[in-house]
């Protein structure tokens, strides 16, 4: 396969979208589970994959804070949005 990600062309991973570091991580972990790559390459690929996962956790922590929540009424009905983290 072309594409290692520990290539020199390899996207720095903080300007990857949630997608595109998705896509990523599943590659690599296919190429891991594959068992067709050395042991130096396959600790490589572990450091980027846990890198990225980290990125994705972030990115998710990221849209949830912006996630609307439904504020409720005294009677338990929504009563309307407010961002979340607001009161």
Known sequence: ?????????????????????????????????????????SVTLYERGHALRAHCEARLAAAQARIEQVSLGADGAPAGTTLFGES
Do not use: Q
């Open 1 to 41: 396969m072309t594409d290692l990600p520990d290539a020199p062309a390899a996207p720095a991973i903080a300007s990857l979208s949630f997608e595109a570091a998705m896509g990523e991580l599943e590659s690599i972990v296919r190429r891991l589970e594959s068992g067709d790559v050395s042991l130096e390459e």
